[in-house]
């Protein structure tokens, strides 16, 4: 356990907290004026331990094994867990798009883990990269949304209309990463499945 894996573990502990908080506010002595901004603060937690994580574990050069796995795994928990969350009023998402996002994640993680067992790794993907910073954008405007809803500015049709579309995008450009990280790994991808393949075999990096 390194410091950036202590990083990587608070994303998958406040992933609760937030269903908790958005939920039950008021045991917290909240109100739906003051909720919005203890969500971002809970947000802007996460997406920091996200940013600091990575980096952290490559200057002090304490990239292990687990964090490589553990690492990827938190961003899927905690974002799948916030958009769940989101399926619930006031908000209402409409759960296929967050059974689009989990069933990408859950396929592209069951290859990593997979592939990890066998030695060898996928690698990563700039569309990756890039689906993680919509689906954090989408959260942060659905978060944003709430305080003029909270306010009374908007009503509830367009906070969920407008959080649907947003989280419709993200849903579709996730599909299209997990496509294209199938794609790029292909080769290996059909070693993988292969009958005659190896365990252990270095087969990619």
Known sequence: MTFANYLTFIRIFISPIFLFVYLEYETFNLNLITLPYVLLFLFGISELSDALDGYLARKYNEVTDLGKILDPMADSIYRISVFLTFTLPPVKLPMILIFIILYRD???STLRTICALRG???AARPSGKLKAAIQAFSVFVIILLLIPFSLGYIDQN???????IVVFVASIYTLFSGIDYIYANRQYVKKLISPNATPGAKDCH
């Open 158 to 164: 367009t906070l969920h209309l407008t959080s649907t």
């Open 120 to 122: 060898f790794a996928l």
């Open 106 to 108: 859950s396929v592209i």
